[in-house]
């Protein structure tokens, strides 16, 4: 079963447009620059974008953005968030704009469909 990847996070007001293009484009780059060890690309999909809810209901907490990844298994997803060095090097540039609270993660296995 593909093990699905959410994350949630908040961008200060003061990103200017242009750092969050490159933000979110470098987050739908990692599909492609992550590899493992053998050089096989991983990671199934990647989408997702700016928030675009209706400003009067409040339901997505703050959050400014979403991605969705797909893995093909939870020893490709741990491989990601565990030892991927393209990924944690993602991660310590994207510190300047966003910081650990300002992060929410949930996975789970896509088991369910309707």
Excluded at 7 to 24: D, G, M, W, Y
Excluded at 67 to 96: C, I, N, P, Q
């Amino acid at each position: 079963m593909a093990i699905i990847h959410i994350i949630f996070f908040r961008v200060p007001s003061s990103i200017t447009p242009a750092e969050e293009k490159a933000l979110c484009d470098g987050v739908l780059s990692l599909k492609s620059a992550c590899r493992l060890p053998s050089g096989e690309s991983y990671i199934l999909s990647i989408t997702g974008g700016r928030d675009r809810s209706n400003a009067k209901f409040p339901y997505q907490k703050g959050f400014t953005h979403a991605f969705v990844f797909k893995f093909k298994s939870v020893a490709d997803r741990d491989y990601y968030m565990e030892a991927d060095r393209t990924h944690m090097e993602f991660l310590k540039a994207g510190e300047k704009w966003i910081k650990d609270e300002d992060v929410a993660v949930m996975d789970f296995e896509e088991e369910l469909s309707y």
